[in-house]
């Protein structure tokens, strides 16, 4: 491991996570909430993951895209969360040159992945409600393939330079990261070259992403809510509606717990430093806890999927006791 001296020009091998440098007691407590929003991320999205899988009634490109949406989230939890809880746990701050770079590239990539996600799910609403009669014919399988495709390979593409300017960087200042998580900002500084580029392009690139995407949406709901105002029979609007409201909560969600952290990064002289490093966790874990439940709760038809699903394990269940006490008769 390189010395964390200020003149070391070592080659780094490996950095030590120190979250929240100023509140370092608060670890343990805030490992318990942490660990609870944790599991019932993974249990909700696998659950969704499972009922879209085994109920043929939702083997439709909305639910497709869900699926999507529910595997992003997984992988980015998985690529935190974990990490994270390590630390808080068993005081487990080293992590590999490499490992840390990879966990750089999934949170900026998969970010802007599900960014692009719900552009295409908002495409798919603008479809369905402004050009019902051709939403089979436009919003097909197919679709959905070439959408996955597209939202993989443009993020992963743009996102692939900002860790590789990072590792190509000289760390002469240390190798201890005041953060929980390998972010971009965090492990730069920690270098003796000169980073302007690096940063210029993670803020352009990124930018550019979720600005693309989220004035796509914007456009949109703005043709939604045209068409859905000139509809005048009874309980139409409210119908039409509904079919956006779930969507529109996640987008609202993932936006404001996103400008809420990129405020207090630019903030960051006004506020203490350990408040930008839990919005950033909060950040990988709160989206991805509600989404499912949010869709859960507001579609009948992924209601009645899990009550099905549900109604399947309880049979299976009862079956294997009676014939378990017919085995020992």
Wanted: glycine share 4%.
């Amino acid at each position: 491991m390189a010395s964390p001296s200020n003149d070391s020009t070592a080659p780094v091998s490996e950095f030590l996570l120190i979250c929240f440098p100023n509140f370092q007691n608060w670890q343990h407590w805030l490992s318990l909430p942490l660990s609870l929003l944790f599991l019932l991320a993974m249990g909700a999205n696998a659950t969704l993951l499972i009922t879209i899988r085994l109920e043929a009634s939702l083997h439709q490109p909305l639910y497709y895209l869900l699926s999507l949406l529910s595997l992003l989230d997984i992988v980015l939890c998985l690529t935190v969360i974990p990490k994270v809880l390590a630390i808080f746990w068993f005081d487990l701050r080293s992590i590999s040159f490499p490992a840390c770079f990879l966990q750089m590239f999934i949170m900026n990539s998969f970010l802007t992945m599900e960014s692009c996600t719900f552009m295409v799910m908002a495409y798919d609403r603008y479809v369905a409600i402004c050009h019902p009669l051709r939403y089979p014919s436009i919003i097909t399988d197919k679709f959905v393939a070439r959408a996955v495709v597209f939202v993989i390979a443009r993020n992963a593409f743009v996102s692939l330079p900002v860790p590789m300017l990072s590792a190509r960087l000289r760390y002469c200042a240390g190798n201890t990261i005041k953060n929980c998580i390998c972010t971009n900002l965090s492990v730069s500084k920690l270098s003796c070259d000169d980073i302007t580029f690096n940063q210029l392009y993670q803020f352009v690139a990124g930018w550019t992403l979720l600005g693309s995407d989220l004035i796509l949406i914007f456009i949109s709901y703005s043709f939604i809510l045209k068409v859905v105002l000139r509809i005048k029979a009874e309980g139409a609007v409210a119908k039409a509606l509904s079919t956006c409201g779930s969507h529109f909560i996640l987008i609202l969600f993932f936006s404001t717990v996103l400008l809420v952290l990129v405020i207090t990064n630019l903030a960051r002289k006004r506020i203490p430093p350990d408040v930008p490093i839990l919005l950033n966790i909060l950040h990988h874990l709160i989206p991805p806890a509600l989404n499912p439940i949010v869709y859960g709760v507001r579609t009948k038809e992924i209601k009645q999927g899990i009550q099905n699903l549900l109604r399947r394990f309880v049979g299976v269940g009862r079956m294997r006791s009676t014939f378990g006490v017919v085995n020992e008769k």
